[in-house]
Structure formats: C-alpha cells, structure tokens
C-alpha cells in the first residue's frame, strides 16, 4: 500500500474483515498482559485491541500512511496515553533494543493478514524468522498467517474480483508470475462527493509470493521456534494457514 489513497481507504476494504473474532483467536494464545510486537501493523486494528486490553505494542511497518492512520486511530480512542510505539522500519531488518543498543526482547510477536506474503523469497522470509526469534523472549509466541496459492481461486472468477461499495468501486486483476510471485493489479475509483457520482481513479500494484508450509515449517524449526499449532480458521478464508510458534 505505498499510495496514502490506498492507505486511506485500507480500512474500507477490510470492513469485513471480523478484527473482533480474529483478535480473540489471538489472544486465546496470548493470554497474559505483556509486551508485544506487532509486525506488519498497518492501520492498527489489531494494535488498537492489545492497547485497549492493557498490552504494551510496537507496531512496524513501512508504509508511513498505514502508521499515519493508526497512530490517529489509536488517539481516536483515547488511547494515545497507552504504552505503545509505531516505527517505520522493513520487519526483516527490525529489532527492538534498548537505549544501550542490547536487545530488548518482547513477550509475544504476530504478523497478520499475510503480510508474510509480502516478503520476496526464502532468504527474506528466513531473515524474518531470525529477527523474530531474536527479538522474541523464551515461551514467547509468534503469531503470523500466510496464505497458500488456493486464495486466488477463492477471491477471483477468471482472474478478476470486482468490488463495489458506497465509497468506491475496485477492479482486481490476477495473473500468475511464476511458481510462487502472483501480481495483482487494482484499479480503485473512489468517491469525490458523497452527493455525485464523481469518481477519482487509482492504481496500485501489488506482488505477493506463496511458500510451501512444510518449508516455513521446517526454517522455523532451524530457527529456534516449535510448532505450536498450525490451523486454517474457516471464519478467516480456507487459504489461510495461521501459524502459532513457541520460541524454545
Ligand atoms: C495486508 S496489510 C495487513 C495490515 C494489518 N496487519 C492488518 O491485519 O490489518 C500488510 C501490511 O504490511 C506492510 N508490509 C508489507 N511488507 C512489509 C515489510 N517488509 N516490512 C514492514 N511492513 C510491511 C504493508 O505496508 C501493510 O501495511
């Protein structure tokens, strides 16, 4: 989401997307209070949800119009006097540390809504999973989802998803790069005026890649993580594999 447009209507997009149930799936690993990471934040759905509930939250993410939004929607609900961070920084190179530049190590790390996805082959993905294990305490989990090749098929007919709601209308296109890149195209027409039916248009291009899960298992493992539990959660789209990691 480089475009500030695309970051604005994020939200739109993913009004139904059900944050509630998927927080809750969340926090039935996390149960305690702590420190927590939130890799990928975006506009800060899930942060805002770990603050309101007494979490301490950095949220990470490069795109500093998904920070814009969720350090404004974390002062919306009055939870600006919270313990939380946003820093704009790339979630393979990330790492928590003190003043002192020693590692500060945080209780529990998520990744959500295939942000995973985003990373553009196995050695970033791995560089991820090191970070991770670094800045993660012993016991502490690692939450993250990636989606398998199966989501394209779910989400378009014949390699287009056309979406159209009250604010504005998006044409998504598909098309198959190679074994595991997948380009999506999407033209976005928003609103100018809620009274008429001016439309402004955008494009914005996307690249996601698909890892095997054996092979995320298996360099998660190399990692310094168990294998807590992995579950595809009907509620959140079959395609979606979550994977719940214990550092060791
Ligand atoms: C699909 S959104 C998910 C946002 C949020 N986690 C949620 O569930 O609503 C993916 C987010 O990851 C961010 N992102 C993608 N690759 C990243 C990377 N390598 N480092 C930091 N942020 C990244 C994007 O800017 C975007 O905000």
Redesign the pocket.
Known sequence: ?EHKEF?EI?DVF?KH?D?DS?YNFLRSFIREKGTLL?????????SVRFLRDGFSVTG????EK?LDIAEKKIADKKLENCDFKLIK????D?ESTFKNGEICQVDNI??????VN??KNGS?FEK?LEKCSKNLKKDGFLIFDAVTEDIFSEIFENDVFLDEEPEYTSIWRHEKLSQRKHLVEIDLFVRENSNDNLFRKYNDIQYKFIYDPKWIIKTAQKNGFEIFDTASNPEFGESRIFFVLKKI
């Open positions: 989401m970051a994020y993913m997307v944050y998927w939130d890799l990928g934040c975006g506009t800060g759905e899930f990470v993410d490069l795109s998904m920084e790339n979630i393979i990330f998520i990744c959500n809504f295939d942000t985003y990373l970033e991820f």
